[in-house]
């Protein structure tokens, strides 16, 4: 009996846990509405379901998700970052960035959050704090070539060619991966700098 019971247990945590992998709201939905699990363990349904509405720009159902699992469950910074995103794509660019300082605050060793927040900063016309989050993601993790982009977008913006084109060198250099737009944006970037640049007067 204690076997049985500890496989239905295990069988429902899984189903908790995991319901958002699935592209179907009604799986979490049943979670939420007939699990015997409460408490923080029935935010992962919330966050699930919220991530579903997410992937399919429901960004205000999103949201409502994400305030029930951060409601039951405010340790974790994922659920921030989810709610950020969510809170960005439907242009509410302040509270993203709250969101993003707080999932920072929780795990502040995560490159991806300082990078999300400096788009909603930039997105705001704060290029100085953009650049500053920016950096720290980029020496979180340097390796990732759409942070070196972005940046370089910021320091364009500014009026910082120099620094905007060593940051679209950089993107370009960087092992190919998954990011060829990433890098076709960089080179396209750097063939309008060369274009714009003026021609050298020849002396007589």
């Given amino acids: 009996m204690l076997i049985v019971v500890a496989v239905l247990v295990g069988l429902s945590t899984h189903m908790v846990v995991n319901c958002g992998d699935e592209d179907d ?4 939905a049943a979670v939420i509405g007939f699990s015997p699990l409460r408490g923080s363990l029935i935010a992962f349904a919330y966050e699930g379901r919220g991530r579903i509405a997410l992937r399919h ?3 205000r159902r999103a949201i409502e998700d994400f305030d029930e699992a951060i409601h039951l469950n405010p340790n974790r910074a994922s659920l921030y970052r989810d709610r950020a995103l969510a809170r960005r794509h439907n242009g509410d660019l302040e509270l993203a960035i709250e969101d993003y300082d707080e999932a920072i605050a929780h795990d502040p060793k995560h490159a991806a959050p300082y990078h999300q927040r400096g788009l909603a900063l930039a997105a705001t016309g704060d290029l100085d704090r953009a650049i500053l989050s920016y950096n720290t ?10 942070a070196r982009l972005d940046r370089g977008l910021a320091f364009l913006a500014r009026g910082q060619i120099d620094d905007a084109r060593a940051d679209f060198e950089s993107a370009l250099a960087l092992p190919a991966g998954k990011d060829v737009r990433t890098r076709e944006a960089a080179r ?3 063939a309008e700098l060369a274009s714009a640049e003026p021609l050298a007067v020849p002396r007589r």
């Fill in 188 to 190: 396209a970037k750097l």
């Fill in 137 to 146: 993601a980029v020496r979180l993790d340097p390796s990732d070539a759409q």
């Fill in 25 to 28: 709201p009604d799986i979490c």
């Fill in 57 to 59: 720009g429901d960004f």
